[in-house]
């Protein structure tokens, strides 16, 4: 589902966090917590893009408004939220794989 080359990066990402950004002795659940406010800050950044598309904010947002931005953002999300995977051990394409067979069983697609 989703590529290994992808989730090398992300495994580039979360060491190069663990060795340049966070202290040495931040614990795992700290880490964790960090990466989950992360991904909250980037789903706020998202839903706010989507608002400017939707002519919901202030009118010099919405001038400054590009798709491209709505993209990245949409980028960040994914991102972030496989940082906190990586972060928690989580097999992400399991888990997807998982889950599209119970939607799929309940006749979701
Ligand atoms: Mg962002």
């Known amino acids: 589902m989703i590529k290994q080359e992808l989730l ?3 495994k580039k990402i ?3 966090l663990d060795n340049k950004f966070w202290e040495k002795d931040f614990p795992k659940d ?3 917590l960090l ?3 992360k991904l909250q800050e980037e789903t706020g950044e998202l839903a706010w893009e989507v608002l400017t598309q939707l002519w919901r904010a202030r009118q010099e947002k919405i001038d400054k408004f590009s798709n491209q931005n709505l993209e990245f953002e949409f ?3 994914v991102l972030s939220l496989l940082v906190l995977a990586e972060k928690m051990d989580i097999d992400i394409n399991n888990a997807l794989k998982e ?3 119970k939607i799929q069983k309940r006749g979701g697609f």
């Open 35 to 37: 990466s989950c406010v």
């Open 14 to 16: 979360v060491s190069n």
């Open 30 to 32: 700290k880490k964790i």
């Open 75 to 77: 980028a960040d999300v």
């Open 99 to 101: 889950k599209l067979d």
């Open 8 to 10: 090398e990066i992300i």
